[in-house]
């Protein structure tokens, strides 16, 4: 008797082409953007307005203002040391607040902090062992200042620096820093490439620059990945990501060095790459 025979499931065809994109350091500024996004959503939640008054205001609580107006708290205008009611010399009233503010100034803090820490991440790269002295430079620094007693102190001090943002600030840097970082990540950064095949490789190192064809063998590949902050941080190691560093020599008597910064998923980009230069184009006539 015939005896029935599985069907074989067909094979998976190998990747023919990989292309390798080269990020700009702004790809590392997300949060910012990010951070200026949620604080935009703390201040409307705040829900408190700012007003911008000239030096002679005065504040007042639990008073009634000078239209018969009562509240918690009001400000009254004076000029030459009469106070303006709520009409001022020309008959105009005088504009109320309408600028969204939080009450906390930890916010417009934390929004420069961050600004002034990716800005030192993306310009200063810090490799190898720079990268570990710098993170046991800072933890070792916080716990001697928390031994000592200076850290409360320091607390203090930054208590007392005062920034404030409006949402329309966050919500206009935030909006176009994402804007500017969509354009770049998804246009600018993709005319800087590296097109690997079996055979050769296209290279494209400069945005409107031709692409050049190289021989892709003796080709070596080498992975950087020794920034601490920039590769495993900025570069969202956590989700799975990471960025890394690829640097392409090829061989020949003529050799040359491509240096291909901010690759992201770079480990499977390389696995990838060192499959498929393993398999040979195979005519058939």
Do not use: C
């Not at 829900?47 to 007042?60: G, R, Y």
Request: hydrophobic letters at 50%; a neutral charge; zero cysteines.
């Amino acid at each position: 008797m015939a005896s029935e025979i599985a069907p074989v499931a067909p094979m998976k065809p190998a990747q023919q082409q990989i292309t390798v994109y080269s990020h700009s350091a702004l790809f590392y500024w997300w949060p910012v953007w990010l951070i200026g996004f949620i604080l935009a959503i703390l201040t409307l939640i705040d829900h408190h307005l700012l007003a911008v008054v000239p030096s002679s205001a005065q504040a007042f609580t639990n008073v009634t203002g000078p239209g018969g107006e009562k509240g918690e708290g009001i400000i009254v205008l004076k000029k030459a040391g009469n106070e303006i009611l709520p009409r001022d010399d020309n008959g105009n009233q005088p504009a109320q607040p309408r600028l969204y503010v939080a009450r906390s100034k930890n916010y417009g803090v934390t929004f420069t902090i961050a600004i002034l820490l990716i800005i030192f991440i993306t310009n200063v790269p810090l490799r190898g062992m720079w990268s570990v002295l710098v993170v046991v430079l800072i933890i070792t620094g916080v716990t001697i200042l928390v031994l000592a007693g200076y850290w409360e102190r320091i607390l203090i001090t930054f208590h007392m620096l005062d920034i404030r943002i409006n949402l329309g600030g966050y919500l206009f840097l935030s909006t176009g820093l994402l804007l500017i970082w969509l354009i770049a990540f998804f246009y600018f950064d993709r005319q800087v490439y590296i097109t690997f095949t079996p055979g050769q490789i296209r290279v494209q190192t400069e945005v409107g620059d031709g692409e050049k064809v190289y021989d892709a063998f003796g080709m070596t590949l080498e992975k950087q990945r020794s920034d601490f902050f920039r590769h495993w941080i900025l570069g969202m190691s956590f989700f799975g990501i990471g960025t890394g560093d690829l640097v392409i020599r090829t061989a020949g008597a003529q050799n040359h060095i491509f240096d291909l910064p901010n690759v992201i998923g770079v480990e499977g980009k390389i696995r990838a790459i060192e499959q498929l230069l393993q398999t040979k184009e195979v005519n058939i006539n």
